[in-house]
């Protein structure tokens, strides 16, 4: 062995070993949320205090458990994990086999009560059918990311849903890839068309297969690894430094802003978005949102950011708070430019507090400069 060789091996037991483990996390984080499931069903049947928390249920348990340390447990994922069970509880046998004899009976006999209000399934009577279904479903586990099922989930038709799952697990699709897909209607194409074989090899011929890379940076991978966006998502270096130090900028202002978070994500009909920086300013009383763009401005970046603010107003607005407002920076190694998105503020007073307590257009000019000349 000479020392390309000693090099080759070690890089590629290093790469084998990183890949398997992403492997696990994801299957690990997969199983976990499919439990939940199990049990929010069981408890909503025969849950001895259930009428306590009635409807609000969902929101006391993502309260609770965030409480307790639990990581990834957003009442929209807490959905979405009911959800997930309700529409795949024959996945049980393949679930149980993760745990101990314990924790398998436990689960099994919460299958057994969570199902009494499910009724049979096209799964069902496929398992019935046919046997080796039951080994598409072991697959399923092992190949695809929680972030797939939630793609899938949203079909009712549990014909279509299998149709992706099919086509996702023989394809190797990563999200971005199934989503794309289901964009482009190929489950009603195939059904029209002559040559269905043929449609699907062309539609596989640019498909973008998963890779651990993507794996990894699943949000939901996230949350379940107790991660923040900004801590694993790979930014332009540039963009990244601006952002430091412009956080540490708007701090040491001392004009009211609290820093909240760093690459805030929201999730929109399952799609997610990243805010740069979010903070909320105590004399104001709302939330302000920043944009930063390593480039000249364009027009989307205005509609990008008024997307966000559009989502805080309705969501994230609380009793008390103004509506929230924006600030959006693009820069290029030749010119800047500064926007402030004001859409929606019909308050001449809190207009002109605004234009007061925020920074000005100048002083963030100034601090564009700076840092592209450092």
Partial sequence: ??????????????????????????????VRNWCFGVFIVEYEQKGKDKAKYGDRLIESLSASLSERGVKGVSVTTLKLCRQFYL????IGPTVSDQFDSSFQKIIQDSVITGRSSIGPTLSDQLVAADPQFMKHRKRLINRLSFSHFVEILQFDDPLKRLFYEVECVQGNWSVRELRRQIGSLLYERTGLSRNKDELIRVANEKAVMVSAQQIIKDPYIFEFLGLSSHE???????????LDHLQEFLLELGKGFCFESRQRRITVDHEHFYIDLVFYHRLLKCHVLIELK????????VAQLNFYLNYFR????????????????CTAKDAEHV????AGMDNQ????????????????????QKELND
């Avoid at 694993?232 to 601006?242: Q, S, T």
């Avoid at 002109?352 to 925020?358: F, T």
């Fill in 339 to 342: 926007e402030f998105a004001t």
């Fill in 87 to 90: 529409l795949y509880p024959e």
């Fill in 349 to 368: 007073v809190f207009v002109s507090k605004y234009k007061l307590a925020l920074p000005t257009e100048e002083e963030l000019k100034v601090f564009i």
């Fill in 232 to 242: 694993v998502l790979l930014e332009k270096n540039l963009e990244n430094a601006l």
């Fill in 314 to 329: 309705k969501y994230e607005m609380a009793e008390g708070d103004n509506p929230p407002v924006g600030i959006l920076l």
């Fill in 294 to 301: 390593t480039e000249k401005f364009r027009y989307h970046h």
């Fill in 1 to 30: 062995m000479d020392f390309d060789q000693l090099l080759q091996n070690l890089v590629g037991i290093g790469e084998y070993l990183k890949d398997r483990a992403i492997a696990v996390v994801n299957r690990t984080m997969t």
